[in-house]
């Protein structure tokens, strides 16, 4: 099993940043991915960028260029810096693990973008 804890949410006004930190625990060796999927209000789950055991990483389309994911292997920590925020940035943010065929998924955390 793996545990993920995430923290950085929050309330910030179009333009701004945030970072989110994803901090990985219990059976951590051969994980494949970790990265970060957002969910909208009543949109699908979809992936915001990943990063592999290699430093491999993608991002969706409507990120590129304005999130940074990166990890700290000695902490076990991912993190998602998000720069130029939009409203269409709101969505609950999960963080998750990918081993095998099993992903782990943190608790979510909240990310409104609003004047």
């Known amino acids: 099993q793996v545990q993920l804890v995430e923290s950085g949410g929050g309330l910030v006004q179009p333009g701004g940043s945030l970072r989110l930190s994803c901090a990985a625990s219990?059976?951590?060796?051969?994980?494949?991915?970790m990265g970060w999927h957002r969910q909208a209000p009543g949109k699908e789950r979809e992936l915001v960028a990943k990063?592999?055991?290699?430093?491999?990483?993608d991002y969706a389309d409507s990120v590129k260029g304005r999130f940074t994911i990166s990890r700290d292997t000695g902490k076990n920590t991912v993190y998602l810096q998000m720069n130029v925020l939009k409203p269409e940035d709101t969505a609950v943010y999960y963080c998750?693990?990918?081993?095998?065929?099993?992903?782990?998924w943190g608790q979510g955390t909240q990310v409104t973008v609003s004047s």
């Open positions: 998750y693990a990918q081993k095998g065929g099993v992903k782990y």
């Open positions: 219990g059976s951590i060796f051969f994980i494949n991915y």
């Open positions: 990063i592999s055991g290699g430093s491999a990483i």
